[in-house]
């Protein structure tokens, strides 16, 4: 028996004497450092999943969603996230496990977000300490992180006979990815120690360096410092390359906390914050963080089966919780926790751009304007026709940040609207701000069809002008909705029409009626080939750009097509389609509008889009690319992105 201690001490100082011996040096970790630009991400985990098992098993691993996820984490300046590997899935199916994980990584990839995979955890939050794979429970409400997967699991941690396995585990999936670029830490452990294991987890601990050094990857190495266990510190400070930490305390005890860990002369990340329930919060924490060139990596992205919004150790008699959510900063819908949040996120992390969609909701249809100093959207409510009985607006001074003004128009002011309210049209004569919209999507003998709203202000609140339909009928076979109201020299037309027929109408000078033509007409059919809704017309270098929306609304194949003519009645001669699904980033991009900065040549298409792999038929965006023209003066294709635009001040 001592004989066989005296072998295993001796391998575990070989261990220890090689993990120490191959660690970087302090000038090469730095050095490493300063080839980045500030780390700042979150903690991931998908938001259908209630443990780290679920994310990667067989059974749950949903790259749809991750995609999702992370567009939106790219979308606020994030560049790195935090995830922590599941043994038992690896022991199940190494080869799985592995092309799971290249999957995972090109998405991040995609997404230009880097990974920090932790290979261990210790913690364990509800009465399971050892992971079992397959389709995991569900969640039971009210309860912290309630299904909790550690990795490998509290038997195989403290029973070291099994520590040869967790060996290949590791060595397996390092060797795999020793020089990937997509992965920039090995987060070694997460949390050793937790969940009452004490001091019997440190065998692996110091296991796991040695074995990583074994590999020696591109990567540095890391364990995060996460408690006062002097002993397991202290493991950490003689072999990590880089100094990962956790700080859940206030900003007076996090600037501390950087101050003692400075002494090291090593690059510091703090690889989980944000606790707002101990005034751990954004607006105090992130910024110090970027002061101080430590990076930044909170938790965590968006709610979902773990409940980690719950305070730590809630449990479900103490429901409803009415506190402030302590993790996560999007609702499961992707509606953020705290816009303001999100503000100061995007701005340190020095997003420049809108991001898309511009802001949150389902909308579709966007009317953008520019009044005065500011830019305006005027969204139709993406639902069911019986739920789209009001108008929401938004304005902008810079394109990027978005203010929303609620139900600026609704059915209780307009008496002869009882559903459907669609695709608002917006301009503004003398000091009348006036929203012209659709209404019952009318079919032939009902009433319904297109109205007149009219205001003081640009947010409302809008009233009815007429107490009826502007137009009610259908002719030249035109359904009377997606109107748009165009202002040429001093006469204002309006085009509009669905069931792919389209008429120009004029308006009188107080837009409650319509008057003739020269020729005594009052309604011009201007339809042009493959014409389907959603008219709009701008004018640039005396041409006028007539464009429309092709395809089924509800489809991937939703368009944006156009034609250019001398007259503002036509004839419109299809040139073809300027804005188009995208595989890598959205289907259905179309039902647009254009804005144009006077006396530029900077134009902008305003339009709605699907995000990627959803189906619900009313999961509709609003987002915003530019417009470009070729020297000609044909509209080029438009890229849709995730980044949107530059900000840009009127």
């Given at each position: 028996m001592k004989k066989i201690i005296y072998i295993t001490c001796f391998v575990i100082s070989i261990f220890n004497t090689f993990a120490q011996d191959n660690r970087w040096s302090e000038e090469k970790a730095n050095n490493w450092y300063k080839s980045f630009s500030w780390?700042?991400?979150?903690?991931?985990?998908?938001?259908?999943?209630?443990?780290?098992?679920?994310?990667?098993?067989?059974?749950?691993?949903?790259?749809?969603?991750?995609?999702?996820?992370?567009?939106?984490?790219?979308?606020?300046?994030?560049?790195?996230?935090?995830?922590?590997?599941?043994y038992a899935v690896y022991a199940d199916d190494p080869?799985?496990?592995?092309?799971?994980?290249?999957?995972?990584?090109?998405?991040?990839?995609?997404?230009?977000?880097?990974?920090?995979?932790?290979?261990?955890?210790?913690?364990?939050?509800?009465?399971?300490?050892?992971?079992?794979?397959?389709?995991?429970?569900?969640?039971?409400?009210?309860?912290?992180?309630?299904?909790?997967?550690?990795?490998?699991?509290?038997?195989?941690?403290?029973?070291?006979?099994?520590?040869?396995?967790?060996?290949?585990?590791?060595?397996?999936?390092?060797?795999?990815?020793?020089?990937?670029?997509?992965?920039?830490?090995?987060?070694?452990?997460?949390?050793?120690?937790?969940?009452?294991?004490g001091h019997r987890s440190l065998p692996l601990v110091k296991s796991v360096f040695a074995w990583a050094r074994e590999i020696n990857p591109i990567q540095p190495?890391?364990?995060?410092?996460?408690?006062d266990n002097k002993e397991l510190n202290n493991i950490v400070y003689e072999n990590a390359d880089i100094i990962s930490f956790y700080c859940y305390g206030k900003k007076e005890e996090m600037a501390r906390y950087i101050h003692r860990l400075r002494q090291y002369s090593r690059p510091l990340i703090c690889s989980e914050w944000m606790n707002r329930t101990t005034s751990s919060t954004v607006d105090d924490i992130m910024p110090l963080l970027k002061e101080k060139n430590v990076g930044s990596i909170l938790w965590g992205l968006v709610n979902g089966k773990t409940q980690t919004h719950l305070p730590w150790g809630f449990r479900p008699e103490k429901l409803p919780y009415t506190g402030i959510w302590q993790h996560n900063l999007y609702h499961s819908d992707f509606k953020p926790y705290n816009v303001s949040e999100i503000e100061v996120i995007k701005r340190l992390n020095?997003?420049?751009?809108?991001?898309?969609?511009?802001?949150?909701?389902?909308?579709?249809?966007p009317e953008g304007i520019i009044y005065d100093d500011t830019y305006w959207i005027y969204p139709t409510l993406s639902d069911a026709y019986e739920k789209q009985t009001f108008f929401d607006c938004f304005s902008s001074k810079d394109?990027?940040?978005?203010?929303?003004?609620?139900?600026?128009?609704?059915?209780?002011?307009?008496?002869?609207?009882?559903?459907?309210?669609?695709?608002?049209?917006?301009?503004r004569k003398g000091k009348k701000y006036y929203l012209f919209f659709g209404a019952n999507d009318v079919h032939e003998g009902e009433i319904g069809g297109i109205g007149v709203?009219?205001?003081?202000?640009?947010?409302?609140?809008?009233?009815?002008?007429?107490?009826?339909?502007?137009?009610?009928?259908?002719?030249?076979?035109?359904?009377?909705?997606?109107?748009?109201?165009?202002?040429?020299?001093?006469?204002?037309?309006?085009?509009?029409?669905?069931?792919?027929?389209?008429n120009?109408?004029?308006?009188?000078?107080?837009?409650?009626?319509?008057t003739s033509f020269s020729d005594g007409e009052i309604f011009k059919e201007v339809t042009p080939e493959g014409y389907v809704e959603g008219p709009f017309v701008f004018k640039k270098n005396k041409k006028y750009y007539f464009m429309w929306s092709e395809g089924g609304w509800t489809g991937p194949d939703y368009s944006v097509a156009y034609a250019i003519a001398d007259s503002p009645f036509g004839p419109f001669k299809r040139i073809g389609k300027i804005l188009q699904q995208d595989a890598a980033v959205a289907t259905g991009a179309g039902h647009h509008s254009v804005i144009h900065i006077p006396n530029t040549d900077d134009y902008y298409?305003?339009?709605?889009?699907?995000?990627?792999?959803?189906?619900?038929?009313?999961?509709?965006?609003?987002?915003?690319?530019?417009?470009?023209?070729?020297?000609?003066g044909k509209i080029l294709p438009v890229k849709i992105t995730f980044e949107g635009v530059e900000p840009h001040i009127l």
């Open positions: 780390f700042t991400g979150v903690n991931y985990i998908p938001s259908d999943a209630i443990n780290y098992t679920a994310m990667w098993d067989k059974t749950g691993f949903n790259p749809a969603l991750i995609n999702k996820e992370l567009a939106i984490a790219q979308s606020i300046g994030f560049n790195c996230v935090r995830v922590v590997l599941q080869s799985y496990f592995i092309n799971t994980l290249d999957c995972f990584l090109d998405i991040c990839d995609k997404h230009g977000i880097k990974v920090m995979p932790a290979f261990f955890d210790d913690c364990a939050f509800g009465v399971n300490a050892d992971p079992i794979i397959g389709k995991q429970v569900e969640p039971l409400e009210g309860w912290y992180a309630w299904a909790w997967s550690p990795s490998p699991g509290h038997t195989l941690v403290v029973d070291q006979r099994f520590h040869p396995l967790l060996e290949n585990y590791v060595k397996d999936v390092m060797f795999k990815f020793r020089n990937d670029q997509r992965i920039f830490v090995w987060d070694l452990y997460n949390e050793p120690t937790n969940s009452n294991l190495l890391t364990m995060d410092v996460w408690n020095g997003v420049i751009k809108s991001g898309n969609p511009v802001f949150y909701g389902w909308y579709a249809d394109l990027v940040t978005w203010i929303k003004y609620a139900s600026i128009l609704d059915t209780s002011e307009v008496k002869w609207a009882k559903k459907a309210m669609w695709a608002p049209s917006v301009i709203a009219v205001s003081n202000r640009p947010e409302g609140p809008y009233k009815d002008l007429l107490g009826r339909p502007l137009i009610n009928e259908i002719v030249n076979g035109a359904q009377p909705i997606d109107q748009f109201v165009f202002k040429d020299g001093n006469t204002y037309y309006m085009y509009y029409g669905g069931w792919q027929h389209c120009i109408v004029k308006l009188n000078s107080d837009f409650t009626t319509l298409i305003v339009y709605h889009r699907r995000p990627l792999n959803d189906t619900h038929g009313n999961h509709r965006v609003v987002c915003i690319d530019k417009m470009t023209f070729d020297k000609e």
